[in-house]
């Protein structure tokens, strides 16, 4: 792991160009399928509005939500566990760092 340090910024810009691209191309075929009428939420933009498609968009989002809001979170209440209870210092006393 440590001989690959090198390549994190590289992959990092490749990541974030590469979905830049992902993006925009899916924000470019809906505009094109959809027109001035796409909705401002591009799964409301999908007809029938209870047709399986549309169910398996929501359905797949709904997952993404839940799956990813707890690693969100996660720095966050790191952060409050060591200000208000004093998390973490067990860990720096054992190997020795300050």
Do not use: C, D, K, W
Request: proline share 4%; net charge neutral; charged share 10%.
């Amino acid at each position: 792991m440590a001989g690959n340090r090198h390549l994190f910024s590289p992959m990092l810009h490749g990541a974030i160009v590469l979905l830049t691209i992902i993006f925009m191309v899916f924000g470019i075929l809906a505009y094109l399928n959809y027109g001035v009428n796409t909705a401002q939420s591009i799964n409301l933009s999908i007809q029938p509005q209870n047709g399986m498609m549309s169910i398996a968009v929501n359905v797949t989002l709904m997952i993404g939500v839940v799956f990813t809001f707890p690693l969100q979170l996660f720095p966050v209440i790191e952060m409050f566990e060591s200000r208000l209870i004093g998390a973490g210092n067990e860990y720096r006393e054992v190997n020795g760092s300050r």
